[in-house]
């Protein structure tokens, strides 16, 4: 058979009702992995849905607890020969909270919901879709191949992307020769667009860094006292003004990256971020000034406000507060100094007479990406072409985060990821879905690029 056949086998899993019903099944398991009484959920979802799954496609697989109990990781092995290429897929089976009594309708997350071209259900984009369409795929590709693949494949599940990986980096690295691979491909977060086929490389970084003015306990009388005491809430807005201004531009140059490279520009020239009608307008005159749209997101730092406490906003009292917080984000790209970024911020506040602020980081994970000179983006970029016919954006890194430096990083290998949802799918919110005809869409490209791995062996 072709690979023409195999795109055939994999959009054959729509309309036979095939994927939707799989995907349904896996929804149904609570994954709340911030939730910590669904222990017995998280590894059931291991045990029960994917154990089988890979077995019917001739992976043997295992267990792997987590070095701090928490819940465990799911590795898989299909090996056909010591000679052909070897891909390790990777994929999350815990969700977000529920949020049941919050969805459109009444809906349950718990079970998956079609309407028109949307799927919804928690999970459908965040992960369990995305690697169910690239289990769905393998199997298509292996129907086609007359019960082989081409190539060696490994699978790793883990049960706590949602909570920050905590032990992902560990398990990795203790299983380092056998997670050894040719190529990370796997699939998280959306799309550019909908309609617009999409690789990314890695993935920007994040700091969370706490601000907090305490002054005193309690609150007073803004009548008797306002003038002679020192209001938190106005200090910190004005801590706040001085690291980033109105437009959302960084004051710091401690918090900026480096100063775009003309690769990096010739790589995002025609990437555009067009928000459907969906979602959120972009706003004018907002962010870095010289930048595009697409340079502000996938290549550039941002610092944003996440949160903010004074008082009490639902019942504001006519008195000066004791104490005020806020919790700031930087997003950074690679080539970030960030191990020096709350010092900077401290310093930066120190010298400008806040010196009443404490800073603190929360949380933090780092920024990674493929070389840019690694043949397999072009393979990659070239595969998809050639089963949609349309070119895909390519971006340095997505705009969120992920544990990309795992991989690229502990593992040493390059990382190409293929996302199969897009900028308005609700995930970590009421109302999460894919939709059928990118899900139609990415069936095939996966099956294209898994035909393409089998190819590559043959030909070397």
């Given at each position: 058979?072709?690979?023409?056949?195999?795109?055939?086998?994999?959009?054959?899993?729509?309309?036979?009702?095939?994927?939707?019903?799989?995907?349904?099944?896996?929804?149904?398991?609570?994954?709340?992995?911030?939730?910590?009484?669904?222990?017995?959920?998280?590894?059931?979802?291991?045990?029960?849905?994917?154990?089988?799954?890979?077995?019917?496609?001739?992976?043997?697989?295992?267990?792997?607890?987590?070095?701090?109990?928490?819940?465990?990781?799911?590795?898989?092995?299909?090996?056909?020969?010591?000679?052909?290429?070897?891909?390790?897929?990777?994929?999350?089976g815990d969700v977000v909270d529920g949020m049941v009594g919050e969805w459109r309708g009444n809906l349950d997350p718990w079970r998956t919901t079609?309407?028109?071209?949307?799927?919804?259900?928690?999970?459908?984009?965040?992960?369990?879709?995305?690697?169910?369409?690239?289990l769905a795929a393998l199997q298509a590709v292996r129907e086609a191949r007359g019960g082989k693949l081409g190539f060696n494949a490994k699978f790793l599940v883990e049960m706590g992307e949602e909570i920050g990986s905590p032990d992902l980096n560990k398990v990795c690295a203790s299983l380092r020769d056998e997670l050894k691979a040719d190529l990370l491909l796997a699939s998280d977060g959306p799309r550019l667009a909908a309609d617009r086929p999409t690789i990314f490389l890695g993935c920007r970084g994040g700091i969370r860094i706490q601000l907090d003015v305490n002054l005193r306990e309690g609150g007073h009388h803004?009548?008797?006292?306002?003038?002679?005491?020192?209001?938190?809430?106005?200090?910190?807005?004005?801590?706040?003004?001085?690291?980033?201004?109105?437009?959302g531009r960084m004051k710091l140059d401690a918090l900026k990256p480096p100063r775009l490279s003309n690769q990096i520009r010739s790589?995002?020239?025609?990437?555009?971020?067009?928000?459907?009608?969906?979602?959120?307008?972009?706003?004018?005159?907002?962010?870095e000034e010289g930048l595009s749209a697409a340079e502000r997101l996938y290549a550039w730092n941002t610092l944003e406000v996440l949160a903010m406490s004074s008082g009490n906003i639902e019942k504001p009292?006519?008195?000066?507060?004791?104490h005020a917080r806020a919790v700031l984000q930087l997003r950074f790209v690679v080539g970030t100094r960030h191990e020096q970024v709350v010092d900077a911020v401290r310093s930066h506040l120190h010298a400008r007479g806040f010196t009443m602020v404490e800073v603190t980081a929360t949380q933090s994970f780092i920024a990674s990406r493929t070389d840019f000179d690694s043949p397999w983006i072009k393979?990659?970029?070239?595969?998809?072409?050639?089963?949609?016919?349309?070119?895909?954006?390519?971006?340095?890194?997505?705009?969120?985060?992920?544990?990309?430096?795992?991989?690229?990083?502990?593992?040493?290998?390059?990382t190409i990821w293929v996302p199969h949802s897009y900028p308005g799918c609700s995930q970590h919110a009421p109302d999460e879905h894919i939709l059928l005809s990118v899900t139609e869409e990415a069936l095939g490209i996966m099956a294209g690029l898994f035909w393409d791995l089998g190819e590559r062996a043959s030909q070397a």
């Open positions: 058979m072709t690979r023409k056949d195999a795109i055939a086998n994999a959009h054959r899993q729509i309309d036979s009702g095939e994927f939707l019903k799989n995907l349904d099944r896996r929804v149904g398991f609570k994954t709340e992995s911030q939730n910590a009484g669904r222990a017995e959920e998280l590894r059931a979802y291991l045990e029960k849905e994917m154990q089988p799954a890979l077995a019917a496609l001739d992976f043997d697989s295992r267990l792997v607890e987590s070095p701090s109990g928490k819940s465990p990781f799911l590795l898989a092995e299909h090996r056909e020969g010591a000679r052909l290429p070897t891909v390790l897929i990777y994929g999350h079609r309407i028109d071209n949307r799927v919804y259900g928690r999970g459908t984009a965040d992960n369990k879709g995305q690697h169910s369409i690239n803004s009548g008797n006292w306002g003038g002679v005491l020192a209001n938190p809430a106005t200090i910190l807005a004005n801590a706040i003004a001085s690291l980033v201004d109105h437009h790589l995002l020239a025609d990437v555009e971020v067009m928000p459907t009608a969906d979602e959120p307008a972009l706003s004018e005159d907002w962010g009292a006519n008195a000066i507060p004791g393979w990659a970029a070239d595969s998809i072409r050639q089963t949609t016919g349309k070119p895909p954006a390519v971006l340095p890194n997505f705009g969120g985060s992920l544990p990309n430096d795992v991989f690229s990083e502990t593992l040493g290998m390059p």
